[in-house]
């Protein structure tokens, strides 16, 4: 049913709301050593203040069907947006890293459900034919938001002040707040359930959630299982999880609605999403880290270097909100996955001679794959989903993405450092001091620097230095084309996955944008 205003209205309250707790989910990225040194904190612990974030988020958002169900996704919608908006002022006011902590575990608890309340909301303001395009408009904020957040965090930080990342939020806050309060309403057959709190599923869900958020965001830093702390988390995580699937699949009111994996669509529509997340988060850690330790890009730059992506899909996004409604949506799938697998192994070619151009390209091309990407899955996997389940559905659908995308980074960073150290080592042993060719080599930068004014002995250390620094520049951007690679190759591979999902039945099937 439709909303009884100009639907446009009501897209335009939803999308403030989620652009701005997407955009956090990176935009502090690079302001973590101004943070420390301003609350005379070391980096490592500043990175608390994203730790803490992430793992509020990840508990939410399984739970957001079932809260919404119990207060009225109107009533839900307007408490996650007053309170990430105040959270925000908070962070911003922080005069220290504990209390700035304490204010990141509310922002990210009261953000976690504004994803998948907005995809509901969005969906009860169209009519099904107009979906396609309304899916287009809102998934501007959902995709671009990530990709613009190390812009705008960099930006803010370098010209202003760090607090300036969290201030940014009050404008769209206030207005998402007034402009839903004025124009959104629950539909009518959304009614609010009084049934007992199923506790135990609750307490299982955020223990199980939070240490494996916790595990993924610090594992590579604490060496995994190497750590005590973190093979305990991965045990509880693993022991509590897998109770939880099995007391909601018996629970007669589960807080999460796992029997919708009975659908086989939709399940299938959440893997891809899951390793579309993982896909796309690693490949957003790898180049600004490639660019910075490589190139020699500062932190702001290489965020710069990032936004022909957010343009690719800010162009594309609409146009294929519009082929929604009039080509299958597992062509418009097929051809995404073929393009973001085809730029990343482009990308994949890269070399220390390579230049702006030379991931400006490939990565526009990415970025119109991603639009190709996100609005088809989820029209895909929503299309058999009824609307009293909707709020479940899109919980979950988001969820797997953030578990996917936390995986993804925890991954390519392991790999990337231990790749680094193993390919080091294997271009090591080519180099010898007995080797004509290293001989050569260092004789030639010795010369260079004797000519220079050094002295001898410093001459003979320094080209050592140099020697070893460019062996591993070079087992580094190794390290770097095989992940691309890798990853392009994942993407390849789920081609035949999509033939498994049943097409929509027309052009008006019922459509979430992620």
């Known amino acids: 049913m439709s909303a009884p205003v100009n639907p446009w209205i009501v897209a335009i309250a939803v999308m403030f709301a989620t652009f701005m707790e997407v955009l956090d989910t990176t935009v502090v990225n690079v302001s973590l050593p101004h943070i420390a040194s301003s609350m005379s904190a070391t980096t490592e612990e500043a990175t608390w203040a994203l730790t803490s974030y992430l793992v509020a988020n990840a508990i939410i958002l399984p739970m957001t069907g079932w809260l919404a169900s119990r207060l009225g996704r109107k009533r839900l919608l307007m408490i996650s947006t007053a309170g990430f908006t105040v959270a925000s002022f908070l962070c911003g006011a922080a005069p220290n890293l504990a209390s700035l902590v304490i204010f990141r575990i509310i922002q990210g608890a009261t953000g976690g459900s504004l994803q998948p309340l907005s995809q509901a909301v969005l969906l009860e303001s169209f009519k099904p034919a107009e979906r396609g395009r309304a899916m287009g408009f809102w998934g501007l904020g959902v995709v671009v938001a990530p990709i613009l957040g190390p812009v705008v965090g960099g930006w803010l ?277 007995y080797d004509p060719v290293t001989q050569s080599t260092l004789a030639q930068i010795t010369s260079g620097m004797i000519a220079a004014g050094v002295d001898t002995v410093t001459a003979s250390e320094r080209a050592l230095m140099i020697l070893r620094a460019t062996l591993l520049r070079e087992a580094s951007m190794v390290s770097f084309v095989m992940l691309f690679r890798l990853l392009g190759l994942v993407f390849l591979l789920l081609i035949p996955l999509v033939f498994i999902m049943r097409r929509p039945k027309g052009a008006s099937s019922v459509v979430a944008a992620h």
């Open 157 to 433: 930080t370098e010209n202003y002040s760090w607090r300036w990342v969290f201030y940014i939020n009050l404008p769209f806050g206030v207005a998402s707040l007034l402009m839903t309060r004025a124009y959104v309403h629950d539909p009518p057959y959304l009614k609010k359930v009084a049934q007992g709190i199923d506790y135990w599923g609750m307490g299982m869900l955020v223990v199980g959630i939070g240490a494996l958020q916790y595990v993924l965001d610090k594992g590579q830093q604490d060496d995994w299982f190497a750590d005590p702390a973190i093979l305990i988390l991965s045990i509880l995580s693993a022991v509590t999880l897998t109770t939880l699937i099995v007391q909601q699949l018996r629970a007669k009111s589960p807080i999460v609605d796992l029997r919708l994996f009975k659908d086989r669509t939709y399940a299938v529509g959440v893997f891809l999403m899951t390793v579309l997340g993982f896909v796309l988060y690693g490949s957003l850690v790898l180049l600004p880290v490639m660019l910075q330790t490589l190139w020699g890009y500062s932190s702001y730059q290489a965020g710069q270097a990032m936004v022909p992506r957010g343009i690719g899909s800010m162009v594309m996004m609409p146009l294929v909100g519009v082929l929604t409604g009039f080509v299958d949506p597992r062509r418009l799938l097929i051809i995404g996955l073929a393009v973001g697998g085809g730029t990343l192994v482009w990308m994949g070619q890269l070399n220390l001679q390579a230049g702006y151009w030379d991931i400006f390209w490939p990565q526009l091309l990415q970025g119109a794959g991603l639009a190709l990407l996100f609005v088809p899955l989820t029209t895909v996997s929503m299309a058999t989903i009824s609307q009293e389940r909707m709020g479940f559905a899109t919980s979950l659908f988001n969820l797997m993405r953030n578990i996917g995308g936390s995986v993804g980074i925890a991954i390519t960073a392991t790999i990337l450092q231990r790749q680094r150290q193993a390919t080091g080592t294997q271009l090591g042993e080519h180099i010898s001091l």
